[in-house]
């Protein structure tokens, strides 16, 4: 069985750095790339990136770029998600996904989701 | 960037009735739409992927359709659990884009 699990809950304050994680399992890590999906507090879902963990190329969507890092560490089949300084407006659910990609056809979709990581940034 | 427009953002139906969600691209696309089902307190799952392909597990009361930069989602008779928040989703120039959501409400 494929499956994505994250780390648990945070709650950090303002200016605080964080590092998130996405354990992948049930296939082969390097032929995929995964992504984050962010959702604020009551709206919708939002592409972060996305990487491919066989060379690490990695892909922002401009909202993000600067914003976030996104990584991952093939010896442990694991995706990463990283603030430096994290802001108040941080605060959402965040996802990794497993996105299926066609470059032949452009045939695109995330499955499946992580449980999610609730990220708090409170002073 | 293609801009996914889902209407109606609220649809309010009975357990039995159809359900119909659209989902309009901005732009002309191919048929490489997903869409998804948002129960409340869980993660998105895949529902309909290729705008017409249901992912494996997904009842066959779901269907998936486009005619042009519209594609819709059918629930041919509504089961209690099915009353959740639906979006879409496409990709372009990588890029990856939802719609805003239609949430689909007990009437």
């Known amino acids: 069985e494929v499956q994505l699990v994250q780390s648990g809950a945070e709650v950090k304050k303002p200016g605080e750095s964080l590092k998130i994680s996405c354990k992948s399992s049930g296939y082969t890590f390097t032929h995929y790339w995964i992504g984050w999906v962010r959702q604020l507090p009551g709206k919708g879902l939002e592409s972060m990136g996305i990487?491919?963990?066989?060379?690490?190329?990695?892909r922002y969507s401009p909202s993000f770029q600067g914003q976030v890092t996104i990584s991952a560490d093939k010896s442990i089949n694991t995706a990463y998600l990283q603030w430096s300084r994290l802001k108040a407006s941080d605060t959402a659910m965040y996802y990794c996904?497993?996105?299926?990609?066609?470059?032949?056809?452009?045939?695109?979709?995330?499955?499946?989701w992580g449980q999610g990581t609730l990220v708090t940034v409170s002073s | 960037e293609i801009v996914l427009t889902q209407s109606p953002a609220t649809l309010s139906l009975s357990p039995g009735e159809r359900a119909t969600l659209s989902c309009r691209a901005s732009?002309?696309?191919?048929?490489?739409l997903a869409w998804y089902q948002q129960r409340p307190g869980q993660a998105p799952r895949l529902l309909i992927y290729?705008?017409?392909n249901r992912a494996t597990g997904i009842p066959a009361r779901f269907s998936g359709s486009r005619s042009g930069t519209d594609f819709t989602l059918t629930i041919s008779s509504l089961e209690p659990e099915d009353f959740a928040v639906y979006y879409c989703q496409q990709r372009s120039n990588w890029l990856y884009t939802f719609g805003q959501g239609t949430k689909l409400e007990i009437k």
């Open positions: 996904v497993r996105l299926h990609y066609f470059e032949t056809s452009g045939s695109n979709w995330f499955d499946p």
């Open positions: 990487i491919y963990p066989h060379d690490s190329e990695t």
């Open positions: 732009q002309s696309v191919s048929s490489y």
């Open positions: 290729d705008a017409s």
